[in-house]
């Protein structure tokens, strides 16, 4: 009796299904290959289908010559790995891990535009300011140079 008989037989069912482990771990690593998904994306779809898996075991059966080990559980370790890789749709990854951090700059940069415009609406306004006050300047003194050649002249 091999391993998985003894395994299924524990569980209480009455037969153990036919797979081809094997032909399935070849699929797996196709699979996982052609869809390009890590291992850390992969551990976190099987969290969130509800059969965690070890790293070390995901190792395991993706590693060069696994499909001649018939150590693999197929309830445990296979067919979590199956329902996941070989699924027609495979889910995006929930988020960014770097979205929160993306969307605090977006709002730091945004601020500093706004206050950029703020800044340069102020410098636009000052410079109309510093250009009448040169104006005036100028009026004062040529009113100056009037008045003393009347007095002088």
Do not use: C
């Not at 009455?14 to 797979?19: F, G, H």
Request: hydrophobic share 35%; aromatic share 6%; net charge negative.
């Amino acid at each position: 009796m091999d391993r998985n008989q003894h395994i299924f037989e524990q569980t209480g069912e009455s037969e153990m299904p036919q797979k081809d482990i094997p032909k399935i771990i070849q699929e797996l690593k196709s699979a996982k290959k052609e869809k390009e998904i890590t291992y850390p994306r992969l551990l976190d779809m099987l969290e969130a289908n509800g059969t965690p898996l070890g790293l070390t075991t995901l190792r395991r059966v993706f590693a060069e010559g696994s499909e001649v080990n018939d150590s693999f559980n197929y309830q445990t370790t296979i067919a979590p790995l199956e329902a996941i890789l070989l699924a027609d749709d495979i889910p995006e990854p929930e988020s960014n891990p770097y979205a929160k951090e993306l969307e605090n700059f977006k709002a730091v940069i945004h601020t500093q535009n706004e206050e950029l415009v703020r800044l340069y609406k102020m410098v636009e306004h000052l410079e109309e300011r510093v250009s009448f006050l040169v104006e005036q300047i100028n009026k004062k003194d040529e009113l100056i140079q009037r008045l003393m050649d009347k007095l002088l002249g």
